[in-house]
């Protein structure tokens, strides 16, 4: 996952490995800060690889079945997270390394 800041083009937050889905969340809002406080920009997009992008989309509260945590199928307009347009790519690695 990468998350660009708009003065910037060349810079980007990565971010180290997660656990799970959850973790990735805290991690995507976390690698925001940096470029807010260091840098006083604001994040313009969170690049995300498809493998990624569905586990985040699927992810259920409390486990339960069609309970998303975002808006699920039947979200209208482009994704987000944490106000910010996500953008998924097969261009950027999974969090294991690969490209899948």
């Known amino acids: 996952m990468k ?4 003065h910037d083009r060349c810079r980007t937050q990565r971010l180290g490995a997660p656990v ?3 973790s990735n969340l805290d991690n ?3 690698a925001m800060t940096p ?4 840098a006083r920009s604001e994040p313009t997009a969170v690049v995300l690889n498809p493998t990624d992008a569905q586990n985040l989309d699927l992810l259920n509260e409390n486990n339960e079945a069609n309970n998303f945590v975002g808006p699920g199928p039947y979200g209208v307009g482009a994704p987000r997270l944490w106000g910010v347009p996500v953008v998924e790519t097969d261009v950027a690695h999974c969090r294991d390394g690969s490209r899948r």
Do not use: F, S, T
């Not at 998350?3 to 708009?6: F, K």
């Not at 470029?35 to 260091?38: K, L």
């Open 3 to 6: 998350l660009h800041r708009p």
């Open 20 to 22: 799970g889905p959850a």
């Open 28 to 30: 995507i809002r976390k």
């Open 35 to 38: 470029g807010r406080v260091n």
